[in-house]
């Protein structure tokens, strides 16, 4: 791909992308800085983008992708008193140790997911996208959406369950 390729193709997207980044990271700088590595990170994969059918799909997803990263090293999560999972971004000595015990079953438990699974919740549950904007990033039709979400909630709920009732009988015996 040469430059004139890559002007023409790739940096039209920059205007999509940096409303679900900002949406994602939330932060001014933050967001330009990500929009800026991300060009560079995509000009240096510009052969492998030229041998993409879906360009759109793959500079969204590794976008996306870049984000997740981004927000990884910054975040952690506290749980709600009803046990819902809230993010939020807190050091963590701030955590009590039955909460980082916690989540870190449930994002081991989603680590595990299907791909399809793991990007959906994340992007919902992790994210907040709406199913509008998470159509818009992957492609799917929103039905399709629930249920790819339901089932991953409850994959994810069975094997945080099944490692806390394995705990409880061990302690029981």
């Known amino acids: 791909m040469t430059e004139q ?3 023409n193709s790739v940096l039209p997207f920059s205007r999509k992308l ?6 994602i990271l939330r932060e001014e700088e933050e967001t330009r800085d990500a929009l800026q590595d991300l060009i560079v990170k995509l000009w240096n994969k510009r052969h492998e983008l030229k041998k993409c059918q879906n360009q759109k ?20 999560a506290r749980f709600s008193e009803n046990g819902e999972l809230l993010f939020l971004t ?9 909460v980082k015990e916690k989540y870190e079953h449930v994002r081991k438990a989603i680590g595990r997911l299907p791909e399809k699974y793991r990007a959906v919740i994340r992007l919902r ?23 790819i979400l ?12 099944k490692i806390y009732d394995y705990e409880d009988k061990k302690q029981f015996a």
Request: aromatic share 10%; hydrophobic share 35%; proline share 4%.
């Open 125 to 147: 549950d992790i994210d907040g996208f709406s199913f509008e904007e998470i159509k818009e990033i992957t492609g799917m039709e929103i039905p399709h959406l629930r249920v």
């Open 5 to 7: 390729e890559f002007k």
């Open 57 to 76: 799909a793959y500079i969204f997803t590794v976008a996306r992708n870049y984000c997740f990263d981004l927000l990884k090293k910054k975040r952690t």
């Open 90 to 98: 807190v050091e963590a000595d701030e955590l009590h140790p039955d």
């Open 150 to 161: 339901s089932r991953a909630r409850q994959k994810v709920k069975k094997e945080v369950k």
């Open 18 to 23: 940096y409303p679900m980044l900002k949406r």
